[in-house]
């Protein structure tokens, strides 16, 4: 019984900044790993950031490399990421994700594959101009 809500989307232009949150909810005690994912129309959808709860690491898909920080609180039970120096490819819906449950669904380094994630919120639309 776990709810991840999403918020935080919007509009801008070029080269400005969003930070998306996914509050949690439910039963999160057991949580491996969260990250967020995107997908834009006609595309798959992709990881585009992930920390592994387990040691606190963080990962990143090359293209928001410098650009986005994933980061957790805790004692909010939210997620959070920043997102800087946007362009058009970022362009997507937005979902937040997370792997719970007594063992741990990940078998990749990174934590950005969709298929390890077994609870995702609604979504948040990011929209960048130029």
């Known amino acids: 019984q776990v709810q991840l809500v999403e918020s935080g989307g919007g509009s801008v232009q070029a080269g400005g900044s969003l930070r998306l949150s996914c509050a949690a909810s439910g039963y999160t005690y057991s949580t491996h790993c969260m990250g967020w994912f995107r997908q834009a129309p006609g595309k798959e959808r992709e990881g585009v950031a992930a920390?592994?709860?387990?040691?606190?690491?963080?990962n990143y898909a090359d293209s928001v490399k410098g650009r986005f920080t994933i980061s957790k609180d805790n004692a909010k039970n939210t997620l959070y990421l920043q997102m800087n120096s946007l362009k058009p490819e970022d362009t997507a819906m937005y979902y937040c994700?997370?792997?719970?449950?007594?063992?741990?669904?990940?078998?990749?380094?990174?934590?950005?594959?969709?298929?390890?994630?077994?609870?995702w919120g609604q979504g948040t639309q990011v929209t960048v101009s130029s």
């Open positions: 920390v592994i709860d387990s040691d606190g690491s963080t």
């Open positions: 994700a997370a792997d719970i449950g007594l063992i741990s669904r990940r078998y990749s380094e990174t934590g950005l594959i969709p298929d390890e994630y077994n609870y």
